[in-house]
């Protein structure tokens, strides 16, 4: 490989912000391919431009038909919710006509944006939605997974040493 062609490869990576439901969000260097978004979204990519800055958010297009956990609200000027994203979405940066990097500002405005996760309910037809303090979602992370033991646990032995 000449340093032509390790300087293009190097060129479609990308910085973005994966944003995770009941995650903190994080960095992560990806191709800027087709397959590759869609792998990091879950589907099909879909783009939303909530924004004035030129960063856009791209998200799995069937997110909510295919009952993907919803992740974050999008909010409008006045604060109010228009609308949830299900599923794993990436902040990214725009140009004229393409996805790029996050600059290191954006990634410290989005990262801070999105820091606490959300939980959505429903009640009297309204989303309502709650933000979530980092050290609680690790919490309630901890504790689903006990529940989830205690529904699956091991097979255990009896004295003899067979299992039940």
């Known amino acids: 490989m000449d340093e032509k062609e ?7 990576m990308m910085t973005v912000l994966v944003v995770e439901p009941m995650k903190a969000p994080y960095v992560k260097n990806i191709p ?9 979204v879950g589907g099909d990519i879909e783009m939303t431009y909530p924004f004035e800055d030129e960063v856009g958010i791209l998200l799995n297009g069937n997110g909510k038909f295919e ?3 919803l992740n974050r609200a999008l909010y409008d000027d006045r604060g109010q ?31 801070e944006k999105y820091q606490s996760p ?9 989303l ?5 303090p980092p050290e609680e979602a690790k919490k ?21 040493g067979d299992a039940r």
């Not at 725009?94 to 405005?109: A, C, V």
């Open 32 to 40: 800027n391919e087709l397959e590759d978004l869609q792998q990091a």
């Open 67 to 69: 009952g993907l956990p």
């Open 118 to 126: 959300e939980i959505f309910t429903l009640f009297n037809g309204e």
């Open 81 to 111: 919710v228009y609308d949830a994203i299900a599923g794993t979405f990436l902040v990214v940066g725009l140009t004229e006509d393409d996805f790029t990097s996050l600059t290191p500002g954006q990634i410290e405005k989005f990262k």
């Open 128 to 132: 309502h939605v709650m933000k979530m």
């Open 6 to 12: 390790g300087s293009e490869m190097q060129e479609e």
């Open 140 to 160: 309630q992370k901890e504790s689903r997974k006990n529940d989830e033991k205690q529904k699956n646990p091991a097979k255990k032995k009896n004295r003899s």
